[in-house]
C-alpha cells in the first residue's frame, strides 16, 4: 500500500522524513540483530 498517496490526497505535505538506525548489540546475544525505526511526516496546517 503506498501511504504517501493515501495522505497528500487530503494534505498539503511539506515534507516526508525517515531514520533507520541498526544495533547490532543492545544487551542481548551477540549476533541478535535489532532495528530500530522512526518515520515522520510534516503537514502544513
Do not use: F
Not at 1 to 12: F, G, I, K, L, P
Not at 28 to 45: D, H, M, Y
Amino acid at each position: 500500500m503506498n501511504y504517501s498517496s493515501e495522505v497528500e490526497r487530503d494534505y498539503d505535505v511539506r515534507g516526508w522524513y525517515a531514520s533507520v538506525q541498526e544495533s547490532r548489540h543492545d544487551g542481548g546475544q551477540p549476533g541478535e540483530t535489532l532495528v530500530k525505526v522512526a518515520t515522520g511526516v510534516v503537514i502544513r496546517n
